[in-house]
């Protein structure tokens, strides 16, 4: 047998001595690591600022349309109830003329013709955005919407194509003043018996 050389190059004993390769400073992948996290971070970071950004402004626009349709849909549904009321008190005690009922018939239909298009301020804003991006501020639709736009093709039946919604605050007050004067008209029939 002959003696067998050993090159402590080659030897796999002195593999424990050597630096480590991995995880090192100096280390590829630590680097590439690296760059990936905070990539990872900056994006996560991004994305919740313009989630953040959409939500303070979604929480603005609500609570500046809540401010301004609550009072006014508040008013229709008095102006409603207290019609309905009147109706009811009417039906359990007729008037001996027919007229008052008929009156406040007419009344709750034209109430029940007032749409929140015609009371409710535009948004202008929302208008604008459509105008700009048509597609992207479409409206979902639902079941209410749908039964809206229903409604609003049957009203346009008969009128012409050009005639819009007229906006008029005063419709309410005029509704308003209608019903307060068939109060008093049935407070002093009530008071006569």
Not at 20 to 36: I, K, M, T, W
Not at 76 to 93: D, E, M, P, Q, S
Not at 97 to 110: C, K, M
Not at 178 to 183: V, Y
Request: proline letters at 4%.
């Amino acid at each position: 047998m002959s003696p067998v050389a050993l090159n402590p190059n080659t030897s796999e004993d002195g593999d424990w001595l050597e630096a480590p390769l991995q995880g090192g400073a100096s280390d590829p992948l630590v680097n590439q690591e690296y760059v990936r996290l905070a990539t990872k971070y900056t994006d996560a970071g991004y994305r919740e600022g313009i989630t953040d950004g959409k939500l303070s402004t979604l929480q603005q626009g609500f609570d500046e349309s809540f401010a301004q349709s609550v009072p006014l849909s508040r008013t229709i549904g008095c102006i409603r109830g207290r019609a309905a009321a009147l109706l009811a008190f009417l039906t359990l005690y007729p008037p001996s003329s027919a007229s008052v009922e008929d009156e406040l018939r007419d009344l709750i239909s034209d109430m029940s013709a007032v749409r929140r298009d015609q009371v409710l301020p535009e948004d202008e804003e929302r208008v604008q955005h459509e105008r700009e991006d048509h597609l992207a501020f479409e409206l979902d639709t639902n079941h209410y919407r749908e039964m809206e736009n229903l409604d609003k093709a049957l009203d346009t039946l008969g009128k012409e194509a050009d005639e819009e919604v007229k906006k008029d605050l005063k419709v309410l007050e005029e509704l308003q003043k209608r019903l307060q004067d068939l109060e008093g008209r049935i407070r002093g029939w009530s008071s006569d018996d």
